[in-house]
């Protein structure tokens, strides 16, 4: 009896969950209440306090079932850091091999993509939600540390000197990928997101002074180009 209780709440706590993504996405973080998103859930909303202390655990809490993808994929095996032993291509495909798959964990998953919108389009920085906020811009720090180390990892092993600070060229680079996220999900048909995303991301590892190789979305591109022009 006691197992079947303890699922019975988990199955309670992903529902109500799933209720907060879908009212997040369509009204806001804002304007939806713990009484919404017990009414959506089929809950009461004693249910809803027994999980979560207030809406911003419960939000992280629905933040945490999908981790963001840049979060989840500088944390793993294809971080920047991590290398593949071979100096400066190593760390240098650590980071596009992880921005590639987040963007493609944006692109082939619904709910990371309904998450992340919400996460990024749907929150207003009150001070009800800094504990959001605070999650957000410790996920940032992460990201931008991560990418500050492979830079300069790869400079070394490549005998180069930066243009500009190593951590100036890592918010750059966030600002890139993070700006073609949001213009992605305002408008998805718009363009490619990964094929995008893979030739700024080698564009701008190549205004930095590395010898970037080509990824198979760019060759793929000037193939077409060339294609069409002849």
Known sequence: MARRTKKQALATRHTLLDAAECLFQSQGVSRTTLQHIALRAGATRGAVYWHFKDKAELFNAMMERVTLPLEAHFNNEGSPD???????????????????????????????????????????????????????????????????????????????????????????????????????????????LLEAGQCAVEVYLAGLGFLVEPSNAVIAKNQSVISTSV
Do not use: C, K
């Open 82 to 192: 991590s290398g593949d032993g071979t100096g400066q291509t190593g760390a240098l495909a650590g980071t596009r091999q992880a921005i590639g798959m987040a963007l493609r964990q944006i692109v082939t998953d619904p709910q990371t993509r309904r998450v992340l919108e919400v996460a990024t389009q749907m929150v207003e920085y009150v001070e009800e939600h800094r504990a959001i906020r605070l999650r957000h811009l410790a996920i940032r720090r992460s990201f931008l540390g991560r990418v500050q180390q492979g830079l300069d990892a790869a400079a070394q092993d490549a005998h180069l000197t930066l243009p500009v600070p190593s951590a100036l060229a890592a918010l750059g680079l966030h600002a890139l990928v993070d700006g073609l996220i949001q213009n992605w999900l305002l408008d998805p048909q718009a363009f490619d």
